[in-house]
């Protein structure tokens, strides 16, 4: 059930992605892609474990009441209808419809499919029934089965070699790599999804806060390892087919010219009903939860309400194409992702600094001090546009004192510094 949660269709273009930019620096870039693609959801996980909190917001809320409805709110946007779930309305159009489609049809192609599917969507979110189990339990081996099979034979025979490296990757293949995993969106997901899995293993018997990490910590060794090689073995896929087919934009080409490649037309149109299916899941699920989030936090509002408006956003946004749904999603995960990944390392420490709340603000507004900044430098870069005049000087100070800033990590030094500094501050505190 883990790697289920965790593995969803748009996990299979963005490795693919990497692949084919990464080239001859293949090894650093998906080193570093494993770290935010299987290491922090893996994080996430055991940070609500160890919380014990009953939901995000009340994690969130170590920070302040205001700062978790927030941050709540815009991570399952972010998960939901702003980008995860028009990506797989897309990402199903792109490897499942699009090989199919005719030159000249492809947005009317892309309107009618993504109205039928957030129909259905819709359809299941309202009245949900155990169809979606069901098809659920059947997809995730299937899924598992067939690109194990395609990763087997690009292996034993691959279609190229190795290419140079495209952009970023030349010069910083393991952070570039790094950030590529952000679009994964499964280290957001953690957050939310770690409910999830510790209620199951409430429900197995396992009680103690002890007994809960160790056996979620054995479930997601499994997991992760799955996922892993799963990565690896696409990435590779999208390396070595580059020196037939060249560059994509998105990685979802990559995944149908290789199944065509190797198992001809048969093989596409499997691929595809099982990667529309694989996305039609997801998308009840992540259409469910926001619509149930909203719900709880907006109760004058119902639960159908919400899920109508999620769903015709959703297929708004999924007709503006999955290039563009990835472009404008970066610089929300630029901004975003470290403070999840903060937020998820205080809480692993939260017994050595006795949840306090001077170290979490610290180390929170220092954070957005500087991802904030970052979001909009990569909004900047993404709309083509020179950045905005007050931020020039900030970004020239950052690159000159922030260590990793050029590769996008300038946060970690500083936040790290102030938890550090904050945490012996706080100890002491207690101890006068």
Request: include cysteine.
């Amino acid at each position: 059930m883990l790697f289920a949660l965790f593995f969803g269709a748009g996990n299979l273009i963005f490795p693919a992605t990497l692949g084919q930019n990464a080239g001859t620096n293949f090894w650093p870039a998906i080193s570093g892609f494993l770290i935010t693609g299987i290491g922090l959801p893996f994080l996430g996980i055991l940070a609500i474990g160890m919380s014990g909190s009953e939901n995000l917001q009340v994690l969130a809320s170590r920070v302040h009441p205001i700062y978790a409805v927030i941050f709540t709110v815009l991570l399952y946007f972010t998960i939901g209808p702003f980008f995860a779930g028009p990506r797989t309305g897309a990402v199903a159009y792109e490897i499942g419809i699009a090989p199919f489609v005719r030159d000249g049809a492809d947005q009317i192609g892309m309107l009618v499919f993504t109205f039928i599917f957030f129909g259905v969507t819709l359809l299941f979110s309202l009245y949900p029934t155990k169809i979606v189990d069901i098809v659920g339990k059947v997809l995730a081996p299937a899924i598992i089965l067939l690109i194990l099979v395609l990763l087997a034979t690009v292996v034993i025979n691959p279609i190229g070699s190795f290419q140079e490296p495209q952009g970023a990757y030349v010069q910083s293949a393991f952070s570039q790599g790094f950030l590529e995993g952000y679009n994964t969106m499964d280290a957001l997901s953690s957050l939310v999804f770690g409910i999830i899995v510790i209620n199951v293993v409430k429900n197995m018997g396992v009680t103690s806060t002890k007994g809960i990490l160790s056996t979620t910590a054995k479930a997601g060794f499994v997991s992760i390892a799955f996922l892993g090689v799963i990565y690896i073995g696409i990435a590779y896929l999208g390396a070595v087919i580059t020196e037939e087919y060249g560059l994509f934009e998105t990685g979802g080409p990559i995944l149908s010219h290789a199944t065509t490649h190797y198992f001809g037309t048969f093989g596409a149109v499997l691929l595809a009903v099982i990667i529309i299916l694989a996305c039609l899941t997801t998308c009840i699920g992540l259409i469910t939860a926001c619509g149930e989030y909203m719900h709880t936090l907006v109760p004058r509002v119902s639960y159908k309400l919400f899920a109508v408006f999620f769903s015709l956003l959703s297929f708004i946004i999924a007709n503006f194409g999955l290039e563009n749904i990835i472009r404008f999603s970066i610089p929300v995960l630029m901004f975003l992702y470290p403070l999840a990944i903060v937020l998820m390392i205080l809480t692993c420490i939260s017994p050595l600094i006795r949840e306090s709340r001077l170290v979490y603000q610290s180390t929170i507004v220092i954070t957005i001090f500087i991802s904030s900044i970052d979001g909009l430098k990569a909004y900047c870069q993404q709309v083509e546009r020179p950045y905005f005049e007050w931020m020039a000087p900030i970004i020239s100070f950052y690159e000159t004192y922030l260590p990793f800033y050029k590769g996008g990590l300038g946060w970690l030094v500083p936040a790290i510094l102030v938890m550090i500094v904050t945490s012996l501050f706080s100890l002491i505190l207690r101890r006068r």
